[in-house]
């Protein structure tokens, strides 16, 4: 199995779905808590319209809920861009208090062998949530660790826009 990643910011509909094309990707697993995007420019990532782009090029959706940070995770890294001032499209890298809640309180809980079987059959996964830079998102931290439990070839690659 080879690990891919991609976040939504920056692409338009048809850069996003060829990017997922050009990767080979044949399952697509969104991370996301809350799978909604607001105003017209992302429309197409929300869930219910993501899935149907999706089936029409033939990839499987997943949502692996049990991925996606928790509010209290997430107040992590919301206070740090307050602090620092940043926006969150603007964010290149993850807070440290974040990345040690995310694997303390997410990644230490999740069944593996339930994720593997929800997997099985794949050959190239794109795992997705909207960041547009992957060290920004937990997506890098997850396909780490889906590497480390489900083994690869290959490294995980990050597609950007």
């Known amino acids: 199995m080879r690990i891919v990643t991609i976040g939504g910011y920056g692409f338009t509909e048809e ?11 044949d399952t697509f697993v969104d991370v996301r808590q809350r799978r909604g995007m607001r105003g ?22 997943v949502h692996a809920l049990e991925l996606a940070p928790t ?13 620092s ?9 993850l807070s440290p208090e974040f990345v040690e809640k995310y694997r303390s309180e997410i ?14 059959d794949a050959s190239i996964v794109a795992l997705f949530c909207v960041e547009g830079h992957p060290g920004a998102c937990h997506r890098s ?12 070839d ?6 950007r826009p």
């Open 141 to 152: 931290l997850a396909a780490e660790y889906l590497f480390k439990v489900l083994g690869s």
């Open 85 to 93: 001032g940043t926006a969150k499209r603007d964010r290149t890298k």
């Open 40 to 61: 017209a420019r992302y429309a197409f990532l929300n869930s219910l319209r993501l899935q149907k782009l999706l089936t029409s090029i033939g990839v499987k959706y």
């Open 15 to 25: 850069g996003f779905l060829q990017a997922i094309k050009d990767a080979g990707v």
């Open 107 to 120: 990644l230490s809980r999740v069944d593996a062998t339930s994720l593997r079987g929800a997997l099985n």
């Open 71 to 83: 509010a209290i995770v997430r107040a992590a890294q919301k206070q740090d861009d307050l602090d």
């Open 154 to 159: 290959h490294p995980v690659e990050h597609i």
